[in-house]
């Protein structure tokens, strides 16, 4: 008969007790190291339409979020830095060279960026346009953006979360699991649609099950998800630093 040592009847023990207590708060089967769904909130082990159902009220019910990665559209890319909630949202967004900051504080919208954003290439203003002289003094500057304009509704929406995320978090035709992941050290579920080419979406196996990383249908971008109900706080750039340039922004 071999003798154990008694370090490793005691860690041994130890083991024992934690898996007990996991079965006996969690209402799992047990402490396999096999079982990848171990410890995890369980909706590794559901159907994809179900996981997708789940994360999307997670992520609804959340009380804000921060967004980051690319999304492509109309032959557009946008990288994108938001943090958002349900009154509003502030961050950056990068497209074609040019990079913008963006606020929306309920339905006010303001949109902050440098003097060659707002001038146009041949450096000349046309009847809509911003001539240099203009343009320095919006750089810098946030500009409020007349709810008129036609530029509101597209710039407000990446301050959206709920627009934002609609249009985001639906992955496109059959929906299948594609196993266990992980993405900045949380454990994941993977789900796709049409085998990832209607995108694929990771989902938090610890905790809440929010959404954590996005690969968009048809190589349309990828997003990546944190933050998920930390507030942040939310106010209107003081009058020394806003510009209110009337019923239309000019042209860039």
Request: hydrophobic letters at 35%.
């Amino acid at each position: 008969m071999t003798a154990i040592p008694q370090g490793r009847t005691r860690r041994m023990g130890l083991l024992g007790a934690m898996c007990a207590l996991v079965v006996t708060g969690t209402g799992l089967t047990g402490c396999s190291s096999d079982d990848p769904d171990a410890g995890t909130n369980g909706v590794g082990k559901l159907p994809a339409d179900q996981i997708q159902t789940k994360t999307r009220a997670a992520a609804d019910a959340a009380d804000a979020v921060r967004l980051s990665g690319t999304v492509v559209t109309s032959g557009r890319t946008y990288k994108l830095d938001m943090r958002l909630k349900a009154d509003g949202g502030t961050g950056s967004v990068t497209a074609e060279g040019a990079t913008f900051r963006l606020l929306r504080v309920g339905e006010k919208l303001f949109l902050k960026a440098d003097a060659e954003f707002w001038t146009h290439e041949d450096g000349k203003a046309d009847d809509k346009g911003t001539d240099t002289a203009a343009a320095d003094k919006l750089d810098g500057k946030f500009v409020k953006v007349p709810q008129g304009d036609p530029s509101y509704k597209r710039f407000s929406g990446f301050t959206d979360k709920d627009v934002l995320l609609a249009g985001l978090l639906t992955l496109h035709g059959d929906l299948a699991t594609d196993g266990h992941h992980e993405q900045s050290g949380t454990r994941t579920i993977r789900i796709t649609g049409d085998d990832g080419s209607g995108g694929t979406l990771d989902v938090s196996l610890e905790g809440t099950p929010y959404p954590l990383r996005l690969e968009r249908a048809g190589g349309a971008g990828t997003l990546t998800f944190s933050g998920w109900g930390k507030s942040f706080e939310l106010a209107a750039p003081a009058k020394g630093e806003t510009v209110d340039y009337g019923k239309q922004l000019p042209t860039s």
